[in-house]
């Protein structure tokens, strides 16, 4: 086995980054980070508390009331979130060492991530500068417009699976939109964040716009939701901490946009091009390391097809390969921490008594340290089992059979969760119908998971909250205000007449 690769220039420690200054914590408090091949520290974080997120959420205000970026023609701020986009881009091999080395992702895809990022920050420069209003006229009588308004400083909280391209989902439209933000990274993986600073600068955005503050989400990230200056939090995670965070923003009424957990379905008919489901379905849930909110990771297969597909799925399963995510060979990576590759082995010993296991079931041979979890198929899986409700958020995945279209929807619906679904059919009205009637934020049709950035995204039930994507982020980070205007005669009002419409 070739010796795990180790980035050059790591730095040394993970300072915040306040006001254009890179900076540690008030108190000095720091964390350990963990490369997840070996398990050992490779550097310290700065460990953000409540003093370090009011250091940041002022150099955020003060760069918000200056006006310079919220006040800048949309055209200008595109330049420049263009700019970040080329920097991004000029840099994606560094970028996905790096986020490889913090992850445990494949390189192959975290390159690809890294070129994500940069295409949202492109998509963002350009959906500003297209972005028109509504203007209702009354003619001879009323104009009445819309006026947006940037919220103020984004308090955007993301979450580890897939670090550089998350933060990129939610700091391109809030920059775009001339919000001021801080950042609070996930702690398992604050590597690839920091980079955000030296492109932002050489991109020219002006300091104070955006600001980092590292730290354990019971710290800095509970600081950043209960400030009284920050109006809007994005959270992306967990459900769990979704909701506890919901509740501590009730107190300052924010707004919010919650992308959370998911347990979806991959409904296989029996009339589908069962080569192109079995390809698209182990993407679905082993891309990412299986660390993926989309994931696939319910697969429902009607009857007829179903010990074919089963067979052929775990045959293929078995020969993805695991290793060194460095390696360009590797499909399936490290975990990104022992304490969710405890999580994910947990729910993989449970699945055991719960299902037939068909591939996996453990460690993969060969490879004695790291987070490696072999790519598990489980057959059989009823509904009431926990690796069918829980979202595992591993390489793990449970097949089911069904008989009818009713009996998939019901399964489809069977869990809290309803973030995406993915239906094969060759039958397009039943594709149509399924769509429409699953409940899921997000459907596919023949599809993996393909992206259109116009479209929302987000999801239903436990999965979320508010949807981001295209104008939908654009309205998110905006206030919009509505502005009346009398044209010719002036309306007066007499007390006792009713409201009055204008259209
Ligand atoms: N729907 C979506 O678009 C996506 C959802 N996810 C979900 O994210 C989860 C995995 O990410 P994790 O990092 O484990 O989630 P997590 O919920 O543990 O942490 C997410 C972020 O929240 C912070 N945090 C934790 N407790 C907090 C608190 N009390 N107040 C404020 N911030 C707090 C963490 O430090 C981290 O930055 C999975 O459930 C996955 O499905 C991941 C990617 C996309
Ligand atoms: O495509 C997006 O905007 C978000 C994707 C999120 C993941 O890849 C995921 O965790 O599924």
Partial sequence: MAAHHVPADLPDKLPHYIGGQFVDSVGGETFEVLDPVTNQPYTLAAAGQAADVDRAV?????????????????????????????????????????ETFDTGLPITQALGQAQRAAENFRFFADLVVAQSDEVYQVPGRQLNYVHRKPVGVAGLITPWNTPFMLESWKLAPALASGCTVVLKPAEFTPLSAGLWAGIFREAGLPDGVFNLVNGIGEQAGDA?????????????????????????????????SMELGGKSPAVVFADADLDAAIDSTLFGVFSLNGERCTAGSRILVQRPVYAEFCRRYAERAANIVVGDPHDPATEVGALVHPEHYAKVMHYVELGKSEGRLLAGGGRPAGLPTGNYVAPTVFADVPRTARIFQEEVFGPVVAISPFDTEQEALELANAVRYGLAAYVWTSDLTRAHTFAQSVQAGMVWLNSHNVRDLRTPFG?????????EGGYRSLDFYTHQQAVHVTLGEVHTARFGTSERTSA
């Fill in 224 to 256: 950043l939701v209960r400030h009284p200056d920050v109006p809007l939090i994005s959270f992306t995670g967990e459900t769990t901490t979704g909701q506890l965070i919901y509740r501590n923003c009730a107190d300052s009424l924010k707004a919010m």
């Fill in 459 to 467: 999801g239903v039930k436990a999965s979320g909250l508010g949807h």
């Fill in 58 to 98: 002022a150099a955020a205000r003060a760069a918000f009331v200056s006006g310079e970026w919220p006040g800048m023609q949309a055209r200008a701020r595109a330049r420049i979130l263009n700019r970040i986009a080329d920097a991004v881009q000029a840099q994606d091999k560094r970028l996905a060492e790096l």
